[in-house]
């Protein structure tokens, strides 16, 4: 079977797009994109479920009365506190400060158009999909992990998302079989000393001159003691002491994150951070707290047996040439929690254009995407689920290690 079987509407997928990059919203504060993926359903008919895994989250269940195997479908929904640069385009962001910078609002127009693909050829399916509207990527807590501990991966077998990019060609379909994203934590360092006149230093404890030995002490700690064939990426982006040339700062916040693409290297990167801390604070007699985001965002991985299985999807929709192999990013992504359950499969879906200037990184006012793209991402979730409905053979369950399909 193949995609051509299921109706896929490119122009309906641009005009959603469009709405949705024009009224973009953060987080779990979803109301306005979750109503027009609610009135999308309804117009065709597709029943969901709203609210039950978390606020704003939408759930599509197609043939519930099929139970022996589950696909499972993920799109993001919430956009970023960006103020958005694209002067002329007519779905510029009208919220002020907040844009779809990551490609949110393409990933929920192409879920819409898989649901409506998929459920026009229910009858036809031997499985059973699920299709998760989700909020909250971009923040916490997670979107993934409140939809997962209220229990939406307990009836799915397998789990599939897609990621717009701008760095590949528009088509072009990208993923790997093993790790696709790095773990991830943020922290706040917080450092207090005592302020006394600047010609007199000997009198107080300047918290500043700490911050910059624990800056420079990252620098070591990543240099010299991280195996160069591992990744792990400590960064202080934000620093802040004093406030004014006559004393020496009382107090030093540094905020950063860490990433890495072994979850052992995290646990590793958190105690000796904070060894680090305590030992240059107890040096420079300062008080010191080191604060964390949450519990690091796990690194995720794509399952080799569902690789193989949508490697073979994909080329039938765009060709062997157009099918590479994705490298891990140290970015991080929330769709491993849904991993930590069940097998997943992250795949990359090239957006960039250099005719139409969509070549801007994400996370940048600037970023914009070919939507040309757009109906390609449905014919390949179309095909991977038409090509998949009696199981996968070989996927290895993360809590037990037993085969499917």
Known sequence: MDYTIAPVCQEELVKLRRELHMYPELRWDLDRTAALVKRELDAAGIPYEADKYGRNTIVVTINPQITRFTIGIRGDMDALPI??????????????????????DAHTAMLIGTAKA??????????????????????RPSGARTMCEHGVMRDIDCIIMCHVNCVDPVHVISSNPSVTNSSSVAFTITLEGKSV????????????????????GIQMLVSREVD?????????????????????????????????????????????LTELVKSVAEQSRTTWSVEWSGDPLPSAHNDPAMYEAFVSSARKVV??????????????????????????????L?????????????????????EDGLETGVKVFVQFVLDNMGGIDGMKDPKGEQSHG
Not at 83 to 104: I, T
Not at 234 to 260: F, H, Q, Y
Not at 326 to 336: M, R
Not at 353 to 360: A, D, I, R, T
Request: glycine letters at 10%; a negative charge; proline letters at 6%.
């Open 319 to 348: 060709g062997n040439d157009r099918v590479i192999v994705l490298p891990p990013s140290p970015g991080g992504e929330d769709f491993a929690y849904y991993e930590k359950e069940k097998p997943g499969l992250l795949y990359g």
């Open 228 to 272: 160069p064939f591992d990744t792990c990426v400590m960064s202080v982006t934000c620093l802040n002491a004093g406030e004014t040339v006559a004393a020496n700062a009382d107090k030093c916040v540094l905020k950063g994150s860490i990433r890495c693409v072994q979850d052992k290297t995290m646990v590793w990167a958190r105690e000796r």
């Open 197 to 216: 006149h600047v010609a007199s230093p000997h009198l107080g404890i300047d918290a500043l001159a700490a911050g910059v030995k624990i800056y420079n």
């Open 118 to 139: 998929l459920y026009a050829i229910r009858d036809q399916l031997t499985c059973r999909v699920k299709l998760l509207f989700q909020p909250c990527e971009e923040g």
């Open 83 to 104: 103020l958005e640069n694209n002067h002329g385009k007519p779905y510029r962001s009208r919220n002020d400060g907040v844009m779809h910078a990551c490609g949110h």
């Open 350 to 370: 090239g957006m960039r254009n250099e005719e139409k200037g969509c070549v801007h990184p994400a996370h940048t006012k600037d970023w914009d995407i070919d």
